[in-house]
Antibody, heavy 123, light 110 residues
Framework: EVQLVESGGGLVQPGRSLRLSCTSS????????MSWVRQAPGKGLEWVGL??????????EYAASVKGRFSISRDESKNIAYLQMNSLKTEDTGVYFC??????????????WGQGSLVTVSS | QSVLSQPPSASGTPGQRVTISCSGS????????VYWYQQLPGTAPKLLIY???QRPSGVPDRFSGFKSGTSASLTISGLRSEDEADYYC???????????FGGGTKLTVL
């Protein structure tokens, strides 16, 4: 079955770190870029960042709100994408979704979503 | 404040046609493709439309997308109760070098 499963969420104090994992199955992980998107309670979707596939240099892009605090990496041998979150703030609270990003006509877009992992930043 | 603008709500009765708009700028929708996502209550978003007007396999042809200039729209024909969900437009923003989403439109089927 083609799916993405996030893990690693939980309650964390402000200023601390947390790492989320996104385990993929049912497709060739190396053929796709991967992104993270979050959703604060009762709010809309906010893109966090992405990591391109190795063939495109494995480079990353981040939203301004997380740049310098969050980093995305990928392990091709395990088919896992990671979101390392440092210096967490209360406003980082929300459900974090990982997405598989397909490339078409030069554009990257999320064509598959995981079920999400809840991160709560609170003292 | 989202980069792409959508109406916060929309509604319709079963069988009706509803259109949700999405407004952007020359650095996103104006030069890039538009995507639409459906988020049913308590679930993860699902791709509804890609490349402005293409439907992934499994998405009913009641859903259609359109783009002109810096605006786009999603039309749902033959509205059904199961279409009640939040709908988001999305695209790439060249200046921000990142993906941007609309604020979302909550569709209510009366």
């Amino acid at each position: 079955e083609v799916q993405l499963v996030e893990s690693g969420g939980g309650l964390v104090q402000p200023g601390r770190s947390l790492r989320l994992s996104c385990t993929s199955s049912g497709f060739n992980f190396g053929d796709y870029a991967m992104s993270w998107v979050r959703q604060a309670p009762g709010k809309g979707l906010e893109w966090v960042g992405l990591i391109r596939r190795k063939a495109y240099g494995g480079t990353t892009e981040y939203a301004a709100s997380v740049k310098g605090r969050f980093s995305i990496s990928r392990d091709e041998s395990k088919n896992i994408a990671y979101l390392q979150m440092n210096s967490l703030k209360t406003e980082d609270t929300g459900v974090y979704f990982c997405t598989r990003d397909a490339r078409l006509f030069g554009d990257l877009y999320a064509d598959l979503w995981g079920q999400g992992s809840l991160v709560t930043v609170s003292s | 404040q989202s980069v792409l603008s959508q109406p916060p709500s929309a509604s319709g009765t079963p069988g009706q046609r509803v259109t949700i708009s999405c407004s952007g700028s020359g650095s996103n929708i104006g030069i890039k493709y538009v995507y639409w996502y459906q988020q049913l209550p308590g679930t993860a978003p699902k791709l509804l439309i890609y490349s402005n007007n293409q439907r992934p396999s499994g998405v009913p042809d009641r859903f259609s997308g359109f783009k002109s200039g810096t605006s786009a729209s999603l039309t749902i024909s033959g509205l059904r109760s199961e279409d009640e969900a939040d709908y988001y437009c999305a695209g790439w923003n060249d200046i921000l070098s990142g993906r941007v989403f609309g604020g979302g439109t909550k569709l209510t089927v009366l």
